[in-house]
T-cell receptor
């Protein structure tokens, strides 16, 4: 079945530093990648949608200069949290749609980010 | 954009009883409605989904119903077991390669033995 590998699974960083999270589709080509953020005991909130080779579309209220998304190939999308602050501590998870796929989303395993 | 409301936020049932979680959506263009089960710190797991051309779908103890006119869909779990305890999310999407998935706020289901 479709698999999306997400790394790292957890990361602790100092305030002011940047963190990169990777999502790779292992056995299919991901035309579109969605990035979500989930705070404790809350729902998954869509941050942005990225398409291979083009700029990401950010949801209202999400700072595009802070959360840099790159979808350089059909199998790799990255989210970089720049100048991280403690309030950015959250669970980040990606979800991919396969090329030609109409329904069905494949989720990565998530990244627990803690900013100290 | 799409908005998905989910109720209740918490649900406690006795083992063997049924559990029902309800969601409403706002965008009439939405045509795909999955339900996910999420364990703490893990990725959401798809448990059942329904497309807008179907009114009901069943998979063993789990069923989903969809009322397009009223824009609501529900998850039904029968003969609940303690291992059904988790957080459940409904979601809605208009499908297509660009269709993003919008989640409800979640329901914490507790099944008491």
């Amino acid at each position: 079945g479709a698999v999306v590998s997400q790394h790292p699974s957890w990361v602790i960083c100092k305030s002011g530093t940047s963190v990169k999270i990777e999502c790779r589709s292992l056995d299919f080509q991901a035309t579109t990648m969605f990035w979500y953020r989930q705070f404790p005991k809350q729902s998954l909130m869509l941050m942005a949608t990225s398409n291979e080779g083009s700029k990401a579309t950010y949801e209202q209220g999400v700072e595009k200069d802070k959360f840099l998304i790159n979808h350089a190939s059909l199998t790799l999308s990255t989210l970089t949290v720049t100048s991280a602050h403690p309030e950015d501590s959250s669970f980040y998870i990606c979800s991919a749609k396969r090329q030609g796929g109409y329904y069905g989303y494949t989720f990565g395993s998530g990244t627990r980010l803690t900013v100290v | 954009g799409e908005n998905v409301e989910q109720h209740p936020s918490t649900l406690s049932v006795q083992e063997g009883d049924s559990a029902v979680i309800k969601c409403t959506y706002s965008d009439s263009a939405s045509n795909y409605f999955p339900w996910y089960k999420q364990e703490l710190g893990k990725r959401p797991q798809l448990i059942i989904d329904i497309r807008s051309n179907v009114g009901e779908k069943k998979d063993q103890r789990i069923a989903v119903t969809l009322n397009k006119t009223a824009k609501h869909f529900s998850l039904h779990i029968t003969e609940t077991q303690p291992e059904d305890s988790a957080v459940y999310f409904c979601a809605a999407s208009w499908g297509g390669s660009q269709g993003n998935l919008i989640f409800g706020k979640g329901t914490k289901l507790s099944v008491k033995p």
